[in-house]
Structure formats: structure tokens, C-alpha cells
T-cell receptor, first 113, second 114 residues
């Protein structure tokens, strides 16, 4: 069965510090991989996606993610966190011809000044 | 270009009642997906509509039903509401079906069942 695991329920970082959010997936084949961000009371905004090719992908707001096939991971990183990055982050996968996302349970990010 | 909109923003219903949630897809998008996001959880796929036909369904009972209209807007109907149906319901539209096409999410409808 397909599944997405985000092992960190909540992370707190200081503003300006680096950030890494973990995501592992279980899937029959390499799916398409996504990271979304959700601010309170808002819908989901796409940060970045991986389909194929270069395993390091760049997204909006200075985020990047690295796909590691051997580890079935797609971790999200940012070198310097801003207070406005505080939000809920979701990793998601979808089959290349599929119709449904499988989301992780999310990681809540708190940024302290 | 108008994004995905959903109505109403918030809704309070009583157990056993029925509810209809609405979604207007982004211009040019023919595919709409619905997700349920319980508190503290990731969104769970309910179903998808492509050109007015259901194109896949998640693990939700038949009392969750939907429609897509010729203008590609969509409705989610839930009958016989249960307390566990309390959640944020998200609609997402995409220009085509298939995983390669980005799904654009609306702000959601917060449903509370008492």
C-alpha cells in the first residue's frame, strides 16, 4: 500500500537557522513527489515537485528538496528560515498516471526570533 | 486569473443532516478533486471528477457523493452526517487528469458536525 511518512510532527527552529523536514514514502514505483505548505486557515500551496531528472529540485520561497531513491526519501531544506515560514508542511506522492495524492500527516514548523 | 474558490467558508451541521459544499475550479481546468483533512492530519482523497465523470474514489462511504457541472465547477454532498465528518474539505482543480498536472487547492470549507 502507498504511504507517506513525515516522522517529525513538530519542529522549532530559530530565525536564520537552517531547516530540514523529512519525508519517506512507500510506493510500488517511483511516484511524482511534492511538498506543499499550509498556513492557518489557508489551502495548500505547492512549494516544489519532482518528476524525474536532477534529484535536487528548487522551489519557491528559497526551498529545495532532494530525492534519494535508495532511501525512498524526499527531504525538504531551506538554508535560512524566515519567521514567515512558520506553517504546516506536507509531503505528498502521486502515481505518474494517478488521480489521488497520498499525503503525509504533516510537520508543523515554529520559528522563534 | 481567478483561483480555486470554495463556499461556504464555514458550516455547522447537526448529526444526521445533509450538506453540500461547492467548488469553482480555476479557469481552463477540467479536473476537480476533493479531499478531507481532519484536524492534525494530512488531506485524504475522497474522489476526483474529470469532464463531469467520476475518475477515481478513495476509501469513503457512498454517503459521500459528488457532481461536476459543464463549467467544471463541482459539489461535494455528504448525507447522514456523523461527528467524524467534522473536517476541512479541500477542493483542488487541475488542467488535466494524471499525476503530472499540478493540483491547485482552494482555501477549504470548515465543516463542524455537532
Amino acid at each position: 500500500a502507498q504511504s507517506v511518512t513525515q516522522p517529525d510532527i513538530h519542529i522549532t527552529v530559530s530565525e536564520g537557522a537552517s531547516l530540514e523536514l523529512r519525508c519517506n514514502y512507500s510506493y510500488g514505483a517511483t511516484p511524482y513527489l511534492f511538498w506543499y505548505v499550509q498556513s492557518p486557515g489557508q489551502g495548500l500551496q505547492l512549494l516544489l515537485k519532482y518528476f524525474s531528472g536532477d534529484t535536487l529540485v528548487q522551489g519557491i520561497k528559497g526551498f529545495e528538496a532532494e530525492f534519494k531513491r535508495s532511501q525512498s526519501s524526499f527531504n525538504l531544506r531551506k538554508p535560512s528560515v524566515h519567521w514567515s515560514d512558520a506553517a504546516e508542511y506536507f509531503c505528498a506522492v502521486i502515481h505518474t498516471t494517478g488521480n489521488q495524492f497520498y499525503f503525509g500527516t504533516g510537520t508543523s514548523l515554529t520559528v522563534i526570533p | 486569473e481567478t483561483g480555486v474558490t470554495q463556499s461556504p467558508t464555514h458550516l455547522i451541521k447537526t448529526r444526521g443532516q445533509q450538506v453540500t459544499l461547492r467548488c469553482s475550479s480555476q479557469s481552463g481546468h477540467n479536473t476537480v478533486s476533493w479531499y478531507q483533512q481532519a484536524l492534525g492530519q494530512g488531506p485524504q482523497f475522497i474522489f476526483q471528477y474529470y469532464r463531469e465523470e467520476e475518475n477515481g474514489r478513495g476509501n469513503f462511504p457512498p454517503r459521500f457523493s459528488g457532481l461536476q457541472f459543464p463549467n467544471y465547477s463541482s459539489e461535494l454532498n455528504v448525507n447522514a452526517l456523523e461527528l467524524d465528518d467534522s473536517a476541512l474539505y479541500l477542493c483542488a482543480s487541475s488542467p488535466q487528469r494524471g499525476g503530472a498536472y499540478e493540483q491547485y487547492f482552494g482555501p477549504g470549507t470548515r465543516l463542524t458536525v455537532t
